[in-house]
């Protein structure tokens, strides 16, 4: 009855703003590290006028939640709709790069149930994470990645030539590779302006009948922060704030942050200090912007088109960043930081327009939503949750947390209520309970700023209860996990 209802309110919605009997293109753009750090967020160090034409024009969710803070399991949780438990899927490898499709072929994927609904779908950038696989021929009719490489400038190169030279006499360089870059060129040098413009082609050129869906995958402001000098020259270094919380949390275990220190495969962590700190955050923040830039032209792409009024525009974030915050320049933890990422949805004439909604939701939501508002069938797979209660009610509970995971001390789970963050690591067999971490998580900071388990047992004998009551029931996959 509850899914005939909803079925009901999507075709209502939508009768709203197709005509009769058409099928709304979609716009699927996927944004690497992005922390929701906008204007629409209530931010104001970015500049990023596109994206918040889109929050402005759109619904903008902002306890969005990916469902591992690592690349290739969130963008595999979010295409599939199943959690990492669920498609049984917890990293990737470069050294190990396979098609995640092989070992489970019986999974629909967002894309796929489109195509299967008479959609075209091509994709460029990085959508899934490659070394998972790209899953061409059953989510999309045509893929390209598109990748230019890491560095074009001669700066870059000098600095690449320098660090081979003192490996190979045996000595450690400061730096290995350069962790940010600019150089004066165009948009198209590097890999995200390139696909960019044939995205735009793309638009241009579509005479196909089918409605298309079309994905663009944006790699920064993922390391290395490279981008054209026009955006960082956006930006006074000397204005760029320092992490506010710059140390450990009181109450942090051994186990909260990860052992995976991304950024000391690009320079030594000695020779970060406050200038360094700043001058790295200049350069995240001049990633945004350039990205910002080629959503403004691929907007303005669909506008000239004129689809601009038949195309859900979807935009999302893979997991956050830590940028110094708690000491760390990494992600893969399940802190608010790493966990936390940007969601918009715009739908055909402005719909909700500047609506903000605050319920904790998670990425394995987005394809049951795109299904209900499209009028497919979502995939039996799907674990997420249709938003459209939330569209009709912002106080609607949707469910009673969103949910993170990542393998830590056997595997940490966290679950994100409106008012707490709870953390619990568990035995992967047993799941009984190794460690436990609570946090009451302030609106105006969405930090933890202390463990506070000691203070609140009642709270966290409840939480407990919660996590492990879903854990009983949830799907887990059975059988081998996807290797990495």
Same mark, same amino acid.
Request: proline fraction near 6%; charged fraction near 25%; hydrophobic fraction near 35%.
């Given at each position: ?41 209530? %931010?104001?160090? &970015? +500049?990023? *006028?596109?994206? @918040? ?6 619904? #903008?969710? /902002? ?108 000595? %450690?360089?400061? &730096? +290995?590779? *350069?962790?940010? @870059? ?6 198209? #040098?590097? /890999? ?293």
């Amino acid at each position: 009855m509850k899914k005939f209802l909803l079925k009901a309110i999507a075709v209502s919605f939508t009768s709203s703003l197709f005509a009769q009997n058409d099928k709304p293109n979609v716009l699927f753009i996927a944004i690497d590290d992005m922390r929701p750090e906008l204007n629409c967020y209530g %931010e104001s160090q &970015i +500049i990023s *006028p596109n994206m @918040d034409r889109l929050a402005n024009e759109g619904i #903008t969710f /902002t306890r969005a939640y990916c469902q591992q803070a690592l690349c290739g399991p969130s963008r595999l949780s979010l295409m599939t709709g199943m959690h990492p438990d669920g498609i049984g899927n917890y990293g990737m490898n470069s050294s190990n790069k396979i098609e995640w499709r092989d070992y489970r072929p019986g999974v629909t994927s967002l894309p796929e149930q489109f195509r299967n609904n008479g959609y075209y779908a091509e994709g460029f950038g990085k959508i899934y994470d490659n070394r998972l696989g790209i899953d061409e021929g059953y989510s999309w009719d045509k893929f390209t990645q598109g990748w230019k490489g890491a560095y074009s400038s001669p700066r870059a190169q000098e600095i690449l030539a320098t660090a081979d030279s003192l490996i190979a006499i045996g000595e %450690e360089p400061d &730096i +290995i590779r *350069p962790a940010v @870059d600019f150089w004066d060129t165009t948009d198209e #040098t590097y /890999t995200d302006g390139s696909n960019t413009k044939l995205a735009v082609e793309f638009l241009q050129n579509y005479i196909k009948d089918e409605p298309f869906f079309l994905a663009v995958g944006f790699s920064k402001p993922h390391l290395p922060f490279v981008a054209p000098k026009k955006y960082w020259d956006l930006y006074d270094r000397n204005s760029i704030k320092l992490p506010q919380y710059a140390n450990v949390a009181p109450g942090f275990t051994e186990y909260t942050l990860s052992p995976y220190k991304e950024i000391e495969s690009y320079i030594s962590r000695s020779i970060i200090d406050e200038d360094k700190t700043k001058e790295l955050r200049h350069g995240y923040y001049a990633c945004i912007s350039y990205v910002d830039a080629q959503i403004g032209k691929i907007l303005q792409a669909l506008e000239d088109k004129g689809e601009l009024q038949n195309t859900i525009i979807v935009l999302w974030g893979d997991h956050g960043f830590k940028l110094g915050d708690f000491g760390e320049w990494a992600k893969a933890t399940n802190l608010e930081i790493d966990t936390r990422v940007p969601f918009i949805i715009r739908f055909p004439k402005k719909s909700m327009a500047g609506t903000k909604i605050a319920t904790p939701i998670e990425l394995t939501d987005i394809m049951p939503t795109l299904c209900d508002f499209a009028n497919i069938e979502t995939p039996s797979n799907a674990e997420g949750k249709s938003l459209l209660p939330l569209l009709c009610d912002q106080n609607a509970e949707l469910r009673p947390f969103a949910l993170t995971q990542y393998p830590r001390n056997g595997m940490a789970y966290s679950i994100r209520t409106q008012k707490w963050r709870y953390t619990e690591y568990v035995d992967k067999n047993t799941f009984e309970t190794r460690e436990q971490e609570l946090y009451l998580i302030r609106d105006e900071i969405l930090m933890e700023e202390e463990n506070v388990e000691d203070l609140y047992p009642e709270e966290v004998a409840r939480l407990s209860k919660m996590l492990h009551d879903y854990l009983e029931t949830a799907p887990r996959w059975d059988g081998p996990a996807i290797p990495y």
